[in-house]
């Protein structure tokens, strides 16, 4: 630009900015309930239903398979009070909802977390509802300790595939052994820094105080009312969960 130029605009013509677009909202992802909160209470509800299960389905878990395995051993040695259908019922139906679960993990995992999480935790509270329906209507017949087992199965099963699959650290949901071994073994006692201990107590405290809680109800007021109040936490779970650990 010429001098005289220069003095007629007063300057030089100024370098446009490129347009930054609208203001980013706020992240969908973090709307609701943290995942460590939701699966601390997911622990809470699988205490409850291997409460349901071991006390009141002949002691089977349908929740817990390490325990179910080490059953399926009791009840192949003849030990009283076991069987072999209903844990192999229990172990089948838990193997199918994992595999339900992997698939609902390759559909959706590559998506929102948390649209992800809450129809998985919705498909759960579905199942369990429909388990307390089953046990409020035929609470003595054969099939319904069957349907109850299977189902109940089945839903866990769909649970720990989507758990395993989002991979938030020291929450399985339904097994502590790990759990309580790093614990121990990452604590300052062990010349560890601790640095998970928080999380990981809560979790054991989260699956004694479910089966606490489960226990009273199955001795008090049978299967029906324990299943229908795990279905309410999944489903309360369900709608509030985020996608944020």
């Known amino acids: 630009m010429s001098a005289e130029e220069t003095e007629e605009t007063g300057g030089p ?9 609208p203001a980013p909202g706020p992240d969908p992802e973090a709307r609701g309930l943290r995942l460590v909160v939701v699966l601390l209470a997911l622990t809470v509800v699988s205490g409850l239903i291997d409460a349901v299960s071991y006390l009141g389905l ?6 817990n398979m390490t325990g179910n395995v080490v059953v399926l051993g009791f009840a ?36 929102s977390r948390r649209t992800w999480a809450r129809l998985t935790l919705a498909a759960e509270a579905v199942l369990v509802g429909a388990a307390s329906a089953v046990a409020f209507a035929a609470p003595d017949a054969t099939a319904t300790v069957y349907t109850l087992i299977a189902v109940t199965a089945f839903a866990m099963g769909l649970r720990n ?5 989002l991979g938030v650290p020291d929450l399985t949901t339904t097994v502590l052994t790990m759990t309580l071994t ?8 062990a010349g560890g820094t601790a640095h998970h201990s928080p999380r990981r107590t809560a979790s054991v405290i989260a699956m004694l105080a479910g089966a ?3 226990a009273w109800l199955v001795l008090n007021h049978g299967l029906a009312i324990p299943l229908l109040v795990a279905a309410g936490v999944v489903g309360v779970l369900a709608v509030m969960a985020s996608g944020r650990e």
């Open 13 to 21: 013509e100024p370098t446009p900015t490129p347009d930054p677009g």
């Open 58 to 63: 002949e002691h089977v878990f349908t929740a």
């Open 76 to 111: 192949a040695a003849g030990a009283p009070g076991f069987s072999v259908s209903h844990t192999l019922t229990s172990l089948g139906a838990f193997l199918v909802g994992a595999v339900a679960g992997g698939r609902v993990a390759v559909r959706l995992g590559k998506g």
């Open 161 to 165: 595939a989507t758990v395993r699959k």
């Open 182 to 189: 790093g614990l121990a073994s990452d604590s300052r006692a």
């Open 212 to 214: 606490l809680l489960g």
